[in-house]
């Protein structure tokens, strides 16, 4: 049997933890998730060019090296379509609870387990495993009068497919990696769009295509060659993009190849002064996409940097005057600091999770808190990427929450120590001080007080190591 073991979410961190279980005999285990189906964030992000900008056979698991993929960067429905196979081949669905949220964890210190609360009711586990990502909440801007718009408006993750955009006036408010996804279909059906920019994002190309024939057949017959391909990219990610954001040989390079590409794509110079950056490459989010540019450049799409004063009735209010829209897509990101946020969380001594965070998000790891036994976080604090598959860091931390359970089964409830806690603060806080994150530009890698709580400052290569296996030393056991 094992321990009973709360799963909260169903996307590919979720999914990956209830494979790991199965696959070691644990079967006394509940994935719940909110929404309708599993995928997490790919079943939920379906605007137009939805896709990713991890190469295709680096964003999928290790064990489950998917070898038909279509195209080199995938996009949504092909995703999707490979977390539900997953589901299915390795038998979890039987474990998902759909449509079934989570809204609260309370610690009970006389039976040592938690009281997980859903919408369906209460039960107890002796683990709770948190997989609900950092990208799973969006995030809507604060500006006035949002409410007064008469026509439609939505967030891109959150895509109204009955609102038809063919021949209508569409403001895009927002200019990150959905925006660059979806404003060149959204560009092709509208009869104009304005694309509301506070701050340029550094661009690259992506060098997507379809993959022949002959390769796809090639790629899913010779096992060697796509753990080959895999690699390469692996390692291209590793060698060259992660020395960019940390000040390394590579910053330079990719900082022209961004600028050699705006030229290349954006002739007209008062448009290419509007797109180019002054901030670091690395310091928010790079943009991978090889449409954005070109969609810019159409006779009927306006980049508008004018700051929004307010949402009106018939559009969006710039310091410049009205934008008139009948349609708003707020393309505005998510709320990655919130992670486990709003699921109430207590801990031992009656803590809440909320409290302990009021500074900043922080874990062991990014895996392990004090004072909450047995609560394990995956895709937690300072553990998102920046450079490469962020499947690699989960897969590290499932191994690593696997290692766990044999502990708090023999020794009783586990939780970290606080010099254990002490000391991995400051090794990241030194770590952290090398990394173009600090650069001083605005990005959602940052919360409320500028503290960098979502990204991890090292080499995968390096917290592969760390989390190979737990240290008991680092823990507190109930007995």
């Known amino acids: 049997m094992g321990p009973t073991v709360a799963i909260i979410g169903a996307g590919f961190a979720g999914l990956c933890m209830a494979i790991r279980l199965r696959e070691a005999g644990i079967r006394s285990f509940t994935v719940f998730e909110r929404g309708p189906g599993v995928g997490g964030t790919w079943r939920d992000n379906t605007y137009p060019g939805a896709g990713c900008d991890i190469p295709s056979h680096l964003y999928s698991f290790s064990f489950e090296r998917y070898t038909s993929w279509t195209r080199r960067y995938p996009g949504q429905p092909e995703i999707l379509a490979y977390l539900e196979m997953c589901a299915d081949k390795y038998g979890v669905r039987p474990h998902v609870r759909l449509n079934t949220e ?147 040989w590579s910053a330079g390079p990719v900082r022209e190849r961004a600028l050699a590409h705006l030229r290349a794509r954006v002739p007209d110079p008062e448009l290419r002064a509007k797109l180019t950056p002054d901030h670091p490459v690395g310091c928010r989010r790079i943009v ?120 708090l089964v023999e020794r009783g409830p586990m939780e970290v120590a606080p010099a254990a806690m002490d000391a991995w603060r400051r090794r990241l806080a030194e770590a952290m001080g090398s990394m173009v994150w600090q650069a001083g530009c605005t990005s959602w890698y940052k919360d409320a007080a500028g503290r960098i709580t979502t990204n991890w400052p090292g080499p995968t290569t390096l917290y592969r190591r760390l989390t190979r296996a737990p240290r008991p030393s680092a823990f507190r056991f109930a007995r």
């Open 102 to 248: 989570v809204t609260a964890a309370v610690y009970d210190e006389s039976l040592g387990r938690w009281r997980v609360r859903t919408s369906a009711g209460e039960e107890l586990f002796d683990v709770v495993v948190s997989a609900v990502g950092q990208l799973s909440r969006p995030r809507l801007p604060d500006i006035p009068g949002m409410g007064d718009f008469r026509g439609a408006s939505f967030h891109s993750a959150r895509w109204d497919h009955s609102t038809d955009l063919t021949g209508r006036r569409v403001a895009v408010i927002g200019s990150g990696s959905s925006a660059a996804q979806l404003i060149p279909p959204v560009a092709e059906a509208a009869a104009h769009l304005d694309v509301f920019q506070r701050t340029p994002n550094w661009v690259l190309p992506k060098p997507d295509g379809v993959f022949a024939p002959a390769a796809r057949t090639a790629l899913h017959r010779v096992p060697f060659l796509q753990r080959g391909y895999r690699e390469w990219f692996y390692r291209y990610t590793e060698g060259v993009l992660h020395p960019a954001l940390s000040g390394g």
């Open 288 to 407: 991978i996409d090889s449409g954005f540019y070109p969609a810019l450049m159409r006779p009927d799409v306006d980049v508008v940097t004018e700051p929004i004063v307010r949402v009106a009735p018939g559009g969006v209010e710039t310091t410049g005057g009205l934008r008139e829209a009948d349609v708003i897509v707020y393309a505005t990101g998510f709320d990655a600091t919130g992670f486990l946020s709003p699921v109430e969380v207590v801990g031992r001594g009656g803590r809440r999770l909320a409290e302990e965070w009021r500074d900043g998000a922080e874990a062991y790891l990014g895996i392990a808190v004090p004072r909450f036994p047995n609560l394990f976080l995956l895709y937690g604090p300072n553990t998102n990427l920046g450079h490469t598959s962020i499947i690699f860091m989960i897969e590290c931390q499932v191994r690593y929450v696997m290692g766990c359970l044999p502990y």
